[in-house]
């Protein structure tokens, strides 16, 4: 079974300080990682995934993250926070080697205070 | 990136009515869209699978009597929730990956519909 936890339900940060929304895997398979974004009544947008290269990716509106095969982690960075980057960061998982299910992370509620 | 829309993005109905949900891919082909609900504060909860041309495969715990779900063509899918009940009001979101080999594909989310079920 694959799942995914994001350790933090809500996140803090100042706008202009770096962020980190924290997210952990768990696939028996080899792991492909996304994250995705939610603003308030609006379905998911895609930000950025892993799926095999290197390990730090880039994605949208100056996202990053670092995929971790030893601490099975997979955290989305930001150097510097803006206020409208305050929304829902869902971090999802599936499993290369089978299946078609996206296993989706609780959430982590991003507010940037200015 | 790719585009899936939704209609409509709201609803109010009465109890007892059928509501029909559409979700289409607008610039690519998906052989496969998945469903979703979502409770206030929670995180997606997935319905069921649906593949061009063949029947759904629904998560445990989903009726499908009550949550029908048709997947016609390559660009769309419908959710049709069956004599809906206060309790089926939720946001709804829909999902679609493009064609193509590879579980590396990225899944592409509609905005999503509110049902309120009175």
């Known amino acids: 079974a694959q799942s995914v936890a994001q350790p933090e339900d809500q996140v803090n940060v100042a706008e202009g300080n770096p962020l980190t929304v924290k997210c952990t895997y768990s696939?028996?398979?080899?792991?492909?990682l996304f994250w995705y974004v939610q603003y308030p009544n609006r379905g998911l947008q895609f930000l950025l995934k892993?799926?095999?290269?290197?390990?730090l990716v880039k994605g949208s509106y100056g996202f990053e993250a670092e995929f971790n095969k030893s601490q099975t982690s997979f955290h989305l960075k930001k150097p510097s926070a803006l206020v409208s980057d305050s929304a829902l960061y869902f971090c999802?998982?599936?499993?290369?080697?089978?299946?078609?299910?996206?296993?989706f992370g609780g959430g982590t509620r991003l507010m940037v205070k200015p | 990136g790719a585009v899936v829309s939704q209609h409509p993005s709201w609803v109010i109905c009465k109890s007892g009515t059928s509501v029909k949900i559409e979700c289409r891919s607008l610039?690519?082909?998906?052989?496969?869209m998945f469903w979703y609900r979502q409770f206030p504060k929670q995180s997606l909860m997935l319905m069921a699978t649906?593949?061009?041309?063949?029947?759904?495969?629904?998560e445990q715990g989903v009726e499908k009597d009550k949550f029908l779900i048709n997947h016609a063509s390559l660009t769309l899918s419908t959710l049709t929730v069956t004599s809906a009940h206060p309790e089926d009001s939720s946001f709804y979101i829909c999902?679609?990956?493009?064609?193509?080999f590879g579980l590396g594909k990225t899944q592409y989310f509609g905005p999503g519909t509110r049902l309120l079920v009175l």
């Open positions: 999902s679609a990956r493009d064609r193509g």
């Open positions: 649906s593949n061009e041309g063949s029947k759904a495969t629904y």
């Open positions: 999802a998982v599936r499993d290369g080697n089978a299946g078609n299910m996206l296993t």
């Open positions: 892993y799926i095999t290269g290197d390990n």
């Open positions: 610039d690519f082909q998906a052989t496969t």
């Open positions: 696939v028996s398979g080899n792991p492909y």
